[in-house]
Nanobody
Framework: QVQLVESGGGLVQAGGSLSFSCAASGRTLSMYAMGWFRQAPGKEREFVAAIIGNGNAYYADSVKGRFTISRDNAKNTVYLQMNSLKPEDTAVYYC?????????????????????WGQGTQVTVSS
């Protein structure tokens, strides 16, 4: 059984910064893709950022230039640094992981590609 354990998040004023980490534990294999999704009240869960085994990173347009995803492969841990936060970034953030390669040519931006999910962590950005 694989668990994704998230830490970080919280409450911050607009323009501030927050960071997350997400560690895969249990019967883990090397996670090929790890990423973050978020769900705001009344909205569907959406892609935020992902990083794959070769270090290539993918970002939603809404967070490009403000968020940075990174990973420590040896620790099966992914990090998300969020800067210049806006009230519209308020959401529950979910870590996700996939333990095998991606279908050819498909970016790791779809929820259905991920096998494991964290419990979710609240981020609230006040104006």
């Amino acid at each position: 059984q694989v668990q994704l354990v998230e830490s970080g998040g919280g409450l911050v004023q607009a323009g501030g910064s927050l960071s997350f980490s997400c560690a895969a534990s249990g019967r883990t294999l090397s996670m090929y893709a790890m990423g973050w999704f978020r769900q705001a009240p009344g909205k569907e869960r959406e892609f935020v950022a992902a990083i794959i085994g070769n270090g290539n990173a993918y970002y939603a347009d809404s967070v490009k230039g403000r968020f940075t995803i990174s990973r420590d492969n040896a620790k099966n841990t992914v990090y998300l640094q969020m800067n210049s936060l806006k009230p519209e970034d308020t959401a529950v953030y979910y870590c996700a992981a996939r333990n095998r390669g991606l279908p050819r040519g498909l970016p790791p931006t779809s929820q259905g590609l991920y096998d494991y999910w964290g419990q979710g962590t609240q981020v609230t950005v006040s104006s």
